[in-house]
């Protein structure tokens, strides 16, 4: 297989299903507390956007939960000062951890084209 | 911000110290516990691969039952390094299977001479040349054992494969195993490990701890360290090869998080969305 260093510009051809993401009822008028309930995610994704989300210093608080276990769905809540909202921190979130993987994947691609690791042959 | 971390302008680092054909062992440093998780969970998870799915039975008179032996197929590692060119049967259009979504194989096989007769994984015919069961040079080239034969007995069946993920079945499993350690000194007590005598002798450190230098255990503890290196050890079932996999997680994981952007930006813009009547349906 080639190794593949595109730039995922595809990402913007994926097909989504529409509530994939939705916005739990009770959210505040201002639109500064939120809770986001994603469907078919688990701690791979919570986690990790939990903690990119809570880098963001106009971030007061952010958490997530997984409200039953034989429900597939995990609960973001975010809540930011009044200078953002909920959504646009949301998608700071998702594009610094993108970024992330993004830096994780091209430095392995950097190191591994390097080739100073050992090889066994057996 | 620079780099993409959010941290760091100089982001997460990485370093390889061993690859094999079915290893990988890489030290990623520079980044937070839940990122390295999550490349760890998606590796085992959530990367496609192909594996035998349905299986037709059209003769059986070995001594194994269908549903033991079509389990068994189930488990074979195929190669699938050509796992993008296939459709989730979900998302295909055809009914049943077809060959953008699907690998067919067939295996007959019948004993006729005295003695025992070893069917080995090798032997299943693949109607896709990039789709076959693993091999290994230690195998012989046979690959796994599928069942033993007396004479007389006979099987003849017809297996599907398609694509999945680990996360609906552990059959779909890039990963064998994969090994992952943080701060080997347990500098930040996060185990608290059980002891007989003396914790030292009876837990023995991993090579990973000469990377790493031991806290004095005079000096005060800090409640603010975080773990910033992670050892991982991934170790393949022969579908992909590890380096690959680990780029394929990489791309799982972007696509998760780009999927997620799109989904939301949808939210945003009820506009482009079919129900109108409520435009801001949260508040």
Same mark, same amino acid.
């Given at each position: 297989m080639d190794v593949d260093q595109e730039k995922p510009s595809y990402i913007a051809l994926l097909e989504v299903p529409e509530d994939k993401i939705e916005i739990v009822p009770g959210a505040s008028a201002d639109l500064t507390s939120m809770t986001f309930s994603i469907k078919e995610?688990?701690?791979?994704?919570g986690n990790a956007l939990r903690w990119c989300i809570m880098q963001n210093p106009q971030v007061d608080f952010c958490g997530y939960s997984i409200p039953h276990p034989s429900e597939a769905k995990t609960h973001i809540r975010i809540q930011t000062t009044e200078s953002t909202n909920a959504i646009d921190t949301m998608n700071k979130g998702l594009d610094d951890l993108k970024a992330a993987c993004h830096m994780v994947r091209s430095k392995f691609h950097q190191r591994l084209t390097e080739g100073k690791y050992t090889r066994s042959e057996q | 911000m620079a780099g993409g971390h959010v941290n760091d302008p100089n982001g997460p680092r990485i370093r390889i110290r061993h690859l094999d054909e079915n290893t990988i062992d890489f030290v990623l440093s520079n980044t937070h516990l839940s990122v390295a998780n999550s490349l760890r969970r998606t590796m085992i998870a959530e990367v496609p691969t192909m594996a035998i799915d349905l299986v037709e039975f059209h003769d059986n008179t070995s001594m194994l039952v269908d549903e033991f032996l079509a389990h068994r197929l189930g488990m074979v590692p195929l190669t699938s390094?050509? /796992?993008?060119? %296939? =459709?989730?049967t979900r998302d295909c259009t055809c009914t049943d299977y077809c060959k953008e979504c699907s690998v067919e194989f067939n295996l007959h096989v019948k004993c006729t001479e005295e003695g025992t007769r070893t069917v080995y994984s @090798?032997?299943?015919? @693949?109607?896709? !040349?990039? /789709?076959v069961p693993v091999t290994e040079e230690g195998d012989g080239g046979k690959g796994i054992i599928l069942l033993k034969l007396r004479k007389g007995q006979e099987i003849n069946i017809h297996c599907i494969a398609k694509k999945g993920v680990a996360k609906e079945h $552990? =059959?779909? @499993?890039?990963?064998a195993a994969v090994g992952f350690e943080y701060d080997p000194h347990n500098n930040l007590r996060h185990l608290d490990y059980w002891f007989e005598k003396s914790v030292k002798n009876e837990w023995p450190l991993s090579k990973n701890a000469e990377e790493e230098i031991e806290n004095?255990?005079? $000096?005060? %503890?800090? %409640? !603010?360290a975080e773990p910033t290196t992670f050892y991982f050890n991934v170790e393949t079932v022969g579908s992909l090869k590890p380096q690959n996999l680990v780029y394929m997680a990489t791309r799982v994981l972007q696509e998760k998080l780009g999927g997620l952007q799109l989904a939301l930006d949808e939210d945003q813009n009820p506009e482009s969305n079919a129900n109108m009547d409520d435009a801001e349906p949260w508040v």
């Open positions: 995610e688990d701690h791979t994704l | 390094h050509t /796992v993008d060119e %296939f =459709k989730l @090798s032997e299943l015919i @693949s109607t896709n !040349k990039d /789709v $552990a =059959k779909w @499993s890039p990963c004095d255990p005079d $000096a005060p %503890f800090d %409640f !603010k």
